[in-house]
């Protein structure tokens, strides 16, 4: 089963994530962007990531540009969740090195399907690179 | 801005003054020629170049590291010959110790405690990368290595730790 990563400091989302995703995913949650790279230098590489990108202690600008800088979480498709609508945020995040962006509230159906397609084209890229 | 040139180090420069970017010291092991221009070319790092991790090995214990901790004060009375580094980079397939052993060694050896340890490879290899995660490395780039990212992600580390 492919884990999945999401980041968010609000506990309703996290648990529209956690319960809307359990029966076709490795579901782990965090609140902040600190707490999930520390979660991740431990050794748990995700194969996907949710984030929030409005948060306290690291929010998810800082945590694109972490997670980019690393060898290690580099290549992991990353998805980001938002309130904000506006074209500069979205620009700001694709610029950053995230993969998509998803504006809050959604439909859980919309992102599981964008989570899916996400992870077969990962699939595909490691198939061809030998791996 | 200072700049020190002695045996074995590239640059050392302590404070970059117009940026206020603070100066990595590293301790480089391999053979990578583009890699080492790549850091001595960039003013915010400086660095020790060892071949493979016998010579780092035998530098490291020349050096008295593992009594420089508690020694510290006395043993260096000028800050640029304190041996003190900020993250140690190594190829990972070196003659006589790989990047593996040496980084178990100075694991075992208890030298350089807390500081990053990071990975060089001229192929990513999946199974690799997580094998260096699973083992407590701190980081895997493949050859050739974005510097920002390198500076950012040891800057990171340093304080993660």
């Known amino acids: ?131 | 801005m200072t700049f020190i040139l002695k045996e074995g180090v590239i640059k050392n420069i302590e404070i970059m003054e117009e940026s206020k970017e603070i100066t990595l010291k590293i301790l480089y092991v391999g053979n990578d020629i583009s890699f080492i221009n790549q850091l001595s070319e960039d003013k915010r790092f400086s660095v020790v170049h060892k071949s493979n991790g016998l010579i780092a090995m035998n530098w490291i214990t020349n050096n008295n590291f593992d009594v420089f901790k508690e020694n510290k004060e006395a043993l260096y009375f000028n800050h640029y010959d304190c041996p003190e580094i900020d993250a140690i980079i190594c190829n990972i397939y070196l003659p006589g110790m790989n990047a593996f052993d040496f980084f178990n060694e100075i694991k075992r050896k208890k030298i350089f405690d807390g500081i990053p340890f990071i990975i060089l490879t001229n192929k990513f290899d999946f199974q690799l990368r997580n094998r260096c995660i699973q083992n407590g490395i701190d980081d895997y780039y493949n050859l050739p290595v974005n510097i920002q990212n390198l500076y950012e992600r040891i800057i990171f580390l340093s304080h993660r730790k």
């Not at chain 1, 904000?84 to 620009?91: A, G, N, V």
């Not at chain 1, 859980?108 to 198939?127: G, T, V």
């Open chain 1, 1 to 131: 089963m492919k884990k999945i990563l999401a980041i968010d400091d609000e506990k309703s989302i996290r648990f529209i994530i956690e319960n809307t995703f359990n029966k076709d995913f490795d579901i782990v949650t965090m609140s902040n962007g600190k707490e999930a790279l520390y979660w991740m230098q431990a050794g748990n590489i995700p194969d996907l990531i949710i984030c929030d990108i409005e948060m306290p202690v690291m929010d998810g600008f800082e945590f694109i540009k972490k997670i980019r800088s690393s060898g290690f979480f580099d290549d992991i498709p990353l998805i980001m969740l938002s309130g904000k609508e506006e074209s500069k945020d979205k620009i700001k995040c694709f610029e950053m090195g995230a993969d998509d962006y998803i504006i809050k509230p959604f439909n859980p159906k919309e992102l599981i399907a964008r989570i899916k397609r996400r992870l077969q084209s990962r699939d595909i890229y490691l198939e061809r690179r030998g791996n």
